[in-house]
């Protein structure tokens, strides 16, 4: 019987092994909405060159994403779509300064549905009366919305516009009201407006004095570093900027 017990007990042992090891790749990535479709396709390519990888995906504006981090969930990589939310995560410890890294830029846009008789054409022409209403992101959360508050206030329209603003939860949602229709413009990367060019039509391009960067990071508290630096050092590499650029994005 006690030799049973024994062989039972390296059994247990065993398994509990592979278990480890098969947890052993698995990495957290928190990153930006805008991100979603790329980095989907872009954690296949991953976990493929990776045999024994998993990448869990967790996706979301990136201010959202960084209380969760704050809190304590666990995420080994953090990709935001500006530099403010990852100097707030530097800030509280969540990232290093040495770990983070730009890795593809993007453009703000204005869109309208596909239907649309007269698109707005300028940043001016969204305080006439024939825009009723603009899906906005939440500027204190959303980086797509701090980007479009800061060229409304730039063009001196910030009040106008506000005022007929439908606030949403992240570019992908105001994405989905234009291409539904239930609002008449909507502020958006040219990556998002790309996605559904049979809902939605690029409107114009919205001027801005200052670069759309993404940063990367592994966090501080990743409890697989190892990993964590492949993925962005895969995300970096050619055939994760290609998998980008199918998206649109553009080199930093």
């Not at 846009?109 to 603009?134: E, F, G, M, N, T």
């Not at 959360?141 to 800061?150: K, T």
């Not at 559904?196 to 570093?225: C, E, Q």
């Not at 993925?231 to 998998?243: H, L, N």
């Amino acid at each position: 019987m006690a030799f049973l017990s024994l062989k039972r007990s390296l059994a247990a042992c065993l398994l509990a092994g592979l278990a480890g090891a098969a947890m052993a790749g698995d990495i957290t990535v928190s990153a930006a909405a805008s991100l979603t479709n790329a980095f989907k396709d872009i954690a296949q390519g991953f976990e493929a060159a990776h045999p024994g990888s998993k990448v869990l995906l967790n996706f979301g504006a990136s201010g959202a994403l960084l209380p969760q981090m704050a809190k304590g969930a666990p995420v080994d990589v953090f990709a935001s779509a500006d530099q403010e939310t990852m100097d707030a995560a530097q800030q509280q410890g969540l990232v290093r300064a040495a770990d983070r890294q730009d890795f593809v830029r993007n453009a703000l846009v204005v869109i309208a549905p596909v239907d649309a008789k007269a698109p707005p054409a300028a940043l001016k022409d969204l305080a006439a009366p024939s825009v009723a209403r603009v899906a906005l992101a939440l500027p204190a959360s959303v980086p797509v919305g701090r980007y479009a508050r800061h060229a409304l206030e730039a063009a001196g329209l910030w009040g106008a516009v506000q005022a007929k603003a439908v606030n949403t939860s992240n570019v992908r949602q105001s994405l989905d009201y234009v291409a539904r229709g239930e609002v008449d413009a909507g502020f958006v990367y040219a990556t998002d407006a790309a996605l559904m060019k049979d809902k939605v039509k690029t409107a114009f391009a919205v001027p801005l004095d200052r670069a759309i960067l993404y940063p990367i990071a592994r966090t501080a508290a990743s409890g697989n570093a190892a990993e964590a630096a492949a993925f962005i050092a895969y995300v970096r590499s050619p055939a994760g900027q290609t998998i980008l650029a199918r998206y649109g994005f553009l080199k930093p």
